[in-house]
Antibody, heavy 120, light 110 residues
Framework: QVQLQESGPGLVKPSQTLSLTCTVS??????????WSWIRQPAGKGLEWIGR???????NYNPSLKSRVTISVDTSKNQFSLKLSSVTAADTAVYYC????????????WGQGTLVTVSS | QSVLTQPPSASGTPGQRVTISCSGS????????VYWYQQLPGTAPKLLIY???QRPSGVPDRFSGSKSGTSASLAISGLRSEDEADYYC???????????FGGGTKLTVL
């Protein structure tokens, strides 16, 4: 059974960089043809796709965040990571990592989510 | 940023059938599969329907999905108290080059 777990600071200061890691267990992150995504949800609001990394290492980002986002993978640790720069209060949200089996929005496994608050 | 359009709320009594709509455009629902996710309070979303009308293993057949043109619907029959949750539709968007989510519908079981 594949499991995903987000980790990282719960509080980030404005203008700094938000950094989160998703650890995958129960399967190799580099096996199969999977897309590994980051998705966020501000309190009381809907879901927003941030971006993804494919097994090969190629990435796609939401155009609205592209200039501030970097997603990378560390296959040796079975992890993938999110960096979001120049954060503001609008970036405060629960951040989820998720696996997309077909790269079409088929998110079959999700992490539990981690709340990141942007505040001084 | 544009999202798929869902009603913010829906409600029904136990045993009833409720439907939740999701409206999009030719660049998303009109040309790609629709997915539905259920989010219980305080938890991560769970895949409920994939490829418009397919249920993952373990999802009761009380849940069904359909799609027509640029719109889709989720139907829940035999409504139960444990169905009280937020429901999100999603579809790949060709303009975004990524998945686009609906704004979510909060289902209340009266």
């Amino acid at each position: 059974q594949v499991q995903l777990q987000e980790s990282g600071p719960g509080l980030v200061k404005p203008s700094q960089t938000l950094s989160l890691t998703c650890t995958v267990s129960g399967g190799s992150i580099s096996s199969g043809s999977y897309y590994w995504s980051w998705i966020r949800q501000p309190a009381g609001k809907g879901l927003e796709w941030i971006g993804r990394i494919y097994t090969s290492g190629s990435t796609n980002y939401n155009p609205s965040l592209k200039s501030r986002v970097t997603i990378s993978v560390d296959t040796s640790k079975n992890q993938f990571s999110l960096k979001l720069s120049s954060v503001t209060a609008a970036d405060t949200a629960v951040y989820y990592c998720a696996r997309d089996e077909y790269g079409t929005g088929y998110f079959d496994y999700w992490g539990q989510g981690t709340l990141v608050t942007v505040s001084s | 940023q544009s999202v798929l359009t869902q009603p913010p709320s829906a409600s029904g009594t136990p045993g009833q059938r409720v439907t939740i709509s999701c409206s999009g455009s030719s660049s998303n629902i009109g040309s790609n599969y629709v997915y539905w996710y259920q989010q219980l309070p305080g938890t991560a979303p769970k895949l409920l329907i994939y490829r418009n009308n397919q249920r993952p293993s373990g999802v009761p057949d009380r849940f069904s999905g359909s799609k027509s043109g640029t719109s889709a619907s989720l139907a829940i029959s035999g409504l139960r108290s444990e169905d009280e949750a937020d429901y999100y539709c999603a579809a790949w968007d060709d303009s975004l080059s990524g998945p686009l989510f609906g704004g979510g519908t909060k289902l209340t079981v009266l």
